[in-house]
């Protein structure tokens, strides 16, 4: 049973369309984190988000951490081809991570 | 940067072989950990170190051993490779924070 579910599993758009991912959970964590996956290569953190309600923003993208510490949201805002990926939520607890099972998106150009 | 490396990026093996996969990270890091990635299941723990000659079981431990004797050295042994253990298998390391640095991965692959 996955600890962190994650929603939808695929997303394909086209450039310029914005999109939103979730991550969804039952549990706390200390943090919660979002990485992005390519093909062949292993993930790469994005962002960690500690605080519950915390909002950042790293250019195009939006990440929001729930008030209670057990959700979070990534969103794309006019989405590029380079946003292709595997986008997968990771709950810290422990100094381990519990992962969602991620989210596969494709921008078509 | 922090470099993670991971010693073959494709591996294919026999039912009932020995392997070793080895992971060496270079920032003086004390966390290890390894993962095997399958689709629409994410990433489980298999195992994770703590500190050198210190290892503890994660989620799917069973028919996997680890060994750490340096702190910049993780390996993961199968004892004897089955065909459910093939996977991509990620390494890992972080200090003192939750912020993990993966390996580019090994594709495993047992016939």
């Known amino acids: 049973t996955q600890l962190l579910e994650q929603s939808p599993q695929f997303l394909s758009i086209q450039e310029g369309e914005n999109l939103t991912v979730y991550c969804n959970s039952s549990s706390v964590f200390s943090s919660l984190q979002w990485y992005r996956q390519e093909p062949g290569e292993g993930p790469v953190l994005l962002v960690t988000?500690?605080?519950?309600?915390e909002v950042k923003k790293l250019k195009r993208l939006t990440f929001q951490f729930g008030d209670a510490r057990k959700d979070s949201s990534l969103h794309i805002t006019a989405a590029q081809p380079g946003d292709t990926g595997l986008y997968l939520c990771a709950g810290a607890r422990d100094y381990k991570l519990s992962f969602g099972a991620g989210t596969t998106v494709t921008v078509r150009a | 940067d922090v470099k993670v490396t991971q010693s073959s990026r494709y591996l294919v093996k026999r039912t009932g072989e020995k392997v070793f996969l080895e992971c060496v990270q270079d920032m003086d890091h004390e966390n290890m950990f390894w993962y095997r990635q399958d689709p629409g299941l994410g990433l489980r723990l298999i195992y994770f170190s703590y500190d050198v000659k210190m290892k503890e079981k994660g989620d799917i431990p069973e028919g996997y051993s680890v060994s750490r004797e340096k702190k910049e050295r993780f390996s993961l042994i199968l004892e004897s490779a089955s065909t459910n253990q093939t996977s991509m298998y990620l390494c890992?390391?972080?200090?003192?924070?939750?912020?993990?640095?993966f390996g580019p991965g090994t594709r495993l692959t047992v016939l």
């Open positions: 890992a390391s972080s200090s003192r924070t939750y912020e993990q640095f």
């Open positions: 988000v500690v605080t519950g309600g």
